[in-house]
């Protein structure tokens, strides 16, 4: 049993909104619901949502890595594309949550729970005790582009198991 955690964050690495799929199921059907009423001004993603279908909805700047045999290649601007890390730090944070990376949990509404609750404690670890120029340059950033969404989805089961820490 597997199940895909497509997950939608803020320029800052923030959780904003996710949704649970089947693990068999391909990553671009659920955007449209998880973008639906959301105002960005840039959507970073990867390979697996370079589709028509997502880009023509949208009335931001897409960042998306281009699939190779794609016919008409589209120019992206690589600036934007560099903060892309942030979407794949969050999953590599999440998944430090054995509970999340074996898909402990029964049910999605508690699989759900406990997504929340490690967002909020990666959220509660980024509290910042004093200036940073790291954190600086990102405000400056984020100030100057807008706002940026980030996209991205991983999958959490039971046979994951390089993050779980379960080593063979």
């Known amino acids: 049993m597997t199940t895909k955690i497509l997950a939608l964050t803020d320029a800052l690495g923030n959780l904003v909104r996710f949704r649970l799929m089947p693990g068999q199921r391909f990553d671009a059907v659920d955007v449209p619901p998880l973008i639906e009423g959301l105002s960005f001004a ?3 993603a990867d390979k697996a949502f370079d589709s028509n279908a997502i880009i023509a909805d949208l ?3 897409v960042v998306i ?3 190779p045999r794609r016919s008409q290649p589209r120019k992206i601007d690589l600036e934007i594309y560099k ?3 942030l979407i794949e730090n969050f999953f590599g944070k999440l998944k430090e949550f054995k509970r999340i990376a074996m898909r402990a949990d029964k049910t999605d509404q508690s699989f759900c729970a406990m997504i929340h609750l490690a967002a909020a404690v990666i959220s509660s670890r980024r509290i910042p005790t004093g ?4 954190d600086e340059v990102r405000r400056r950033i984020v100030n100057r582009k807008d ?3 980030a996209l991205a989805g991983a999958t959490a089961g ?3 198991h390089r993050w779980a820490g379960n080593r063979r």
């Open 147 to 149: 706002r940026c969404a």
């Open 158 to 160: 039971r046979q994951d």
């Open 131 to 134: 200036p940073r120029k790291k």
């Open 83 to 85: 903060w892309r890390h």
């Open 65 to 67: 890595s281009q699939h």
């Open 59 to 61: 009335d931001a700047k």
């Open 42 to 44: 840039a959507l970073i």
